[in-house]
Structure formats: C-alpha cells, structure tokens
C-alpha cells in the first residue's frame, strides 16, 4: 500500500518503548507548517507510464524512461526526481528532469541511464521510489511541491537488454618542478529523440583523480595532496557547452554518507546559433552522477557536448597521476597543460591514451 501524505492533514504514529510507555511521532503538512513544503505550484497527477529506448540503434537500450503527469498551478520552473528499486528494494538508478512549465497538465519525464542499469544486474520490474517534485533551481532556491515515497511499477525488463558502459584510466607521469594549469575535456555527441537529449555521466570522480589522495577542507574549498603534487582549492571550474540546443540543464547527484545530496541548475535558454553553456566551481570533492539533458533544435539529430575540468597543479619532482575516466565515452579526451606565469619548468611527461596540447 502507498501511503501519501498530503498538505492538509497529520499522520500520527504511535511507538511502544521497552517499558511499554507509548509515544506519538505527528508529521505535519505544509499547512500546519509554514514553509516545509513551499507555495502551490504544481502536484504530481498520479498519471505514469514507461518505456525502453535504444536511441542509437545498437540493439540495447540506452534509457528507460518514466512519463510522470504534472498539474501546475503556478507558471515557473519546476524538477522532478526519482529512484529505481528493485522488488526486493535495492536502489538501482537516479534520474532529475527540469523544466519551465505554464500552467495546466504538463508532462516530466525521468530518463534512467542504461548503462546503469546494465552494470547493476538487477532486473526488473523496478520500483519508483522517493518521488519529489519542486519548484525553483538551485541556485535560485528551490522549493517542495509533492513527494511521494513509492510512486509507480514499470514493466518487466532484463537488465543484459541495456547498453554495456565503458570504463578506463589514464596516467599521467614525469617530473618538473613549478605550476601547471590542467586542462581535462571530453567531446561527445547525444542523439537526439522525441525533440530531446539526454547524457549521463555515472560514477564521475570530481576532480577526475584516481590516485590516492588528501583532502583538506577549509573556508574558501578543498585542496589535496599527492605524491610530488598539491592541487590548490581553486581553480575548480566544471564547464558544460551544449550545441544545437533550445536549453540546457545538469543535474548531480552525490552520495554523502547515508544521505544523498542532488543539485539542478538553472534552465539555460541557448543563443539565437544554438549554443548554452553552464558553469560553477562549488562542486565539492566526491563522486557524482550527472545528467546533462534538455530540448533539442528542431533539425539538429545529435547534440555536440563538450565538458572541461580544470585545476592547477604544483609540482615538485617525480609524479604520477592517475585519471579516472569512468563514465565518459572512450576516445575523445584531450588534456591541455599551461603553464601558470611561466613558471614551470617540465622534463618529461607521458600520458597513456590522450593527446596533449
């Protein structure tokens, strides 16, 4: 049974202690509690349908997808997010979708990633579970419209029948002495399905380093330290450029403990030649799962993305450093190393896979 707690009412459940003493736990609505779950905007209609898209034409299926039915009330933008579970109530896959909407029925749309889903080898029938619609962006401030804790059962699906990710690393080694400004971008395409697209970077590490690393926290960020390098707290600039574009949107997910923190931009509306772009430098050490989507142009049949990371690295001597590629495509990396004010001075270095500017 789903039980759904709407904004009128208090649910009270009553708990017996050891002793026997019984207490009583009153969750409030919005209307009892000022706030808690933000202005009418919009609901979720109750409405749900999925299916299974192989967008590239490969045989496996890159997306399942789940139609959720929005009343709105109130003009603005608005996000949903989900999870799939398993029956057996394992988390499978997240997705966000982020939209502007007028007011009347409106339609969001949750893209699972396949690749995902494959790598669980979990099958389905899968649960959606932990349901929130709110309005706003992060930046601006969002706000909780519905939730719902389980919301809908998709059909049955065989997880083998989702696309296979690739996963990789790549080193780079050699000594110098002085500051070095990384530059690290992958180029790819999403097509383009039903007028929209969607690219899913799973298991992303932030900054992409997988040797062993320090992380001291303070105030103004994070740096870290390796073996024959310190990577100072900024610059930490993750930019996304979409070509052939009506918007764009990005939506992160990172797990933090036995919490998990989600974070959506602003919908960025594309110049009149088709092309946004979004940027921040607050993403904080840890490892995310991003979803970059948004409405195509009306003749463009793949989107052009273009990803960069950057941070400066001091080195001393001999250094290897290790970069964690999981989740992006294979083979269309390139590293640019600057040096920071002329100061660096390289002996010799080699990266294992990637071309260097």
Same mark, same amino acid.
């Given at each position: 049974?789903?039980?759904?707690?709407?904004?009128?009412?208090?649910?009270?459940?009553?708990?017996?202690?050891?002793?026997?003493?019984?207490?009583?736990?009153?969750?409030?609505?919005?209307?009892?509690?000022?706030?808690?779950?933000?202005?009418?905007?919009?609901?979720?209609?109750?409405?749900?349908?999925?299916?299974?898209?192989?967008?590239?034409?490969? &045989?496996?299926?890159?997306?399942?997808?789940?139609?959720?039915?929005?009343?709105?009330?109130?003009?603005?933008?608005?996000?949903?997010?989900?999870?799939?579970?398993?029956?057996?109530?394992?988390?499978?896959?997240?997705?966000?979708?982020?939209?502007?909407?007028?007011?009347?029925?409106?339609?969001?749309?949750?893209?699972?990633?396949?690749?995902?889903?494959? +790598?669980?080898?979990?099958?389905?029938?899968?649960?959606?579970?932990?349901?929130?619609?709110?309005?706003?962006?992060?930046?601006?401030?969002?706000?909780?419209?519905?939730?719902?804790?389980?919301? @809908?059962? +998709?059909?049955?699906?065989?997880?083998?029948?989702?696309?296979?990710?690739?996963?990789?690393?790549? /080193?780079?080694?050699?000594?110098?002495?002085?500051?070095?400004?990384?530059?690290?971008?992958?180029?790819?395409?999403?097509?383009? @399905?039903?007028?929209? @697209?969607?690219?899913?970077?799973?298991?992303? /590490?932030?900054?992409?380093?997988?040797?062993?690393?320090?992380?001291?926290?303070?105030?103004?960020?994070?740096?870290?330290?390796?073996?024959?390098?310190?990577?100072?707290?900024?610059?930490?600039?993750?930019?996304? +450029?979409?070509?052939?574009?009506?918007?764009?949107?990005?939506?992160?997910?990172?797990?933090?403990?036995?919490?998990?923190?989600?974070?959506?931009?602003?919908?960025?509306?594309?110049?009149?030649?088709?092309?946004?772009?979004?940027? /921040?430098?607050?993403?904080?050490?840890?490892?995310?799962?991003?979803?970059?989507?948004?409405?195509?142009?009306?003749?463009?049949?793949?989107?052009?993305? /273009?990803?960069?990371?950057?941070?400066?690295?001091?080195?001393?001597?001999?250094?290897?450093?290790?970069?964690?590629?999981?989740?992006?495509?294979? &083979?269309?990396?390139?590293?640019?190393?600057?040096?920071?004010?002329?100061?660096?001075?390289?002996?010799?270095?080699?990266? &294992?896979?990637?071309?260097?500017?």
């Amino acid at each position: 049974m789903l039980l759904r707690i709407s904004r009128n009412m208090a649910l009270v459940i009553k708990l017996s202690s050891y002793s026997g003493k019984i207490f009583e736990l009153v969750l409030l609505s919005a209307l009892l509690i000022p706030g808690a779950w933000g202005d009418d905007g919009a609901i979720l209609s109750g409405e749900y349908k999925d299916r299974a898209v192989d967008v590239d034409g490969d &045989g496996l299926y890159d997306l399942l997808i789940v139609e959720a039915g929005v009343e709105v009330t109130y003009p603005g933008e608005y996000s949903l997010m989900g999870f799939l579970y398993t029956l057996g109530d394992v988390e499978v896959v997240w997705s966000i979708d982020h939209r502007r909407f007028e007011v009347g029925n409106q339609t969001m749309i949750l893209e699972f990633d396949g690749k995902t889903i494959e +790598t669980s080898g979990m099958d389905g029938p899968y649960r959606l579970k932990k349901v929130v619609l709110s309005s706003g962006s992060s930046p601006a401030g969002q706000q909780i419209c519905d939730h719902l804790p389980e919301a @809908y059962q +998709t059909g049955a699906y065989n997880s083998s029948e989702f696309a296979d990710p690739t996963r990789s690393e790549k /080193t780079i080694s050699g000594t110098g002495y002085g500051e070095l400004l990384l530059t690290f971008t992958v180029e790819d395409a999403a097509p383009v @399905y039903s007028g929209r @697209y969607s690219y899913d970077i799973v298991n992303i /590490t932030i900054p992409p380093i997988s040797t062993p690393i320090e992380v001291a926290g303070s105030k103004t960020g994070y740096a870290y330290t390796l073996p024959g390098i310190f990577m100072p707290d900024k610059p930490n600039n993750f930019t996304v +450029t979409a070509e052939g574009v009506k918007n764009l949107n990005i939506g992160l997910k990172k797990p933090q403990g036995e919490r998990i923190r989600t974070w959506v931009s602003t919908q960025v509306e594309a110049s009149e030649e088709g092309m946004a772009t979004e940027e /921040t430098d607050l993403i904080s050490p840890g490892s995310y799962h991003v979803k970059i989507f948004g409405d195509a142009l009306d003749d463009v049949t793949m989107v052009n993305l /273009t990803m960069t990371m950057e941070k400066k690295l001091i080195i001393e001597g001999e250094f290897s450093l290790g970069i964690d590629t999981t989740g992006f495509p294979s &083979g269309n990396y390139s590293i640019n190393a600057k040096a920071v004010n002329g100061s660096f001075s390289l002996d010799e270095i080699e990266i &294992g896979g990637l071309s260097i500017e």
